[in-house]
């Protein structure tokens, strides 16, 4: 069974710093590209950033130069730090597993990330 688990979301003031984890287990964690994704009230659901199996990563712009992607495949998990964060970061942070050979793609439950003073 294939589970991707969240964790270090919370109450953050403007400026501040958070980083997730997704710990990830049933999928050979290292054949897949990681995503973190977000969705805020009303608003669909965006790609904030991605690792590939390579190392390779990719960010939306609006977290370029704050946000930082990275893995562990000894410890089958991904993280997001994130820095100076703003009120529009307030979002249920999601992880992604995809592997687009297999075709699997898999999500986690979400973790919640408030940006309030």
């Known amino acids: 069974q294939v589970q991707l688990v969240e964790s270090g979301g919370g109450l953050v003031q403007p400026g501040g710093s958070l980083r997730l984890s997704c710990a990830a287990s049933?999928?050979?964690?290292?054949?897949?590209?990681m995503d973190w994704y977000r969705q805020a009230p009303g608003k669909q659901r965006e790609l904030v950033a991605a690792?590939?199996?390579?190392?390779?990563?990719n960010y939306a712009d609006s977290v370029m130069g704050r946000f930082t992607i990275s893995r562990d495949n000894a410890k089958n998990t991904v993280y997001l730090q994130m820095n100076s964060l703003k009120h529009g970061d307030t979002a249920v942070y999601y992880c992604?597993?995809?592997?687009?050979?297999?075709?699997?793609?898999?999500w986690g439950q979400g973790t919640q990330v408030t940006v309030s003073s």
């Open positions: 690792i590939t199996a390579g190392g390779t990563t």
């Open positions: 992604n597993a995809r592997n687009d050979y297999t075709k699997n793609d898999f």
């Open positions: 049933g999928i050979i964690f290292s054949f897949y590209t």
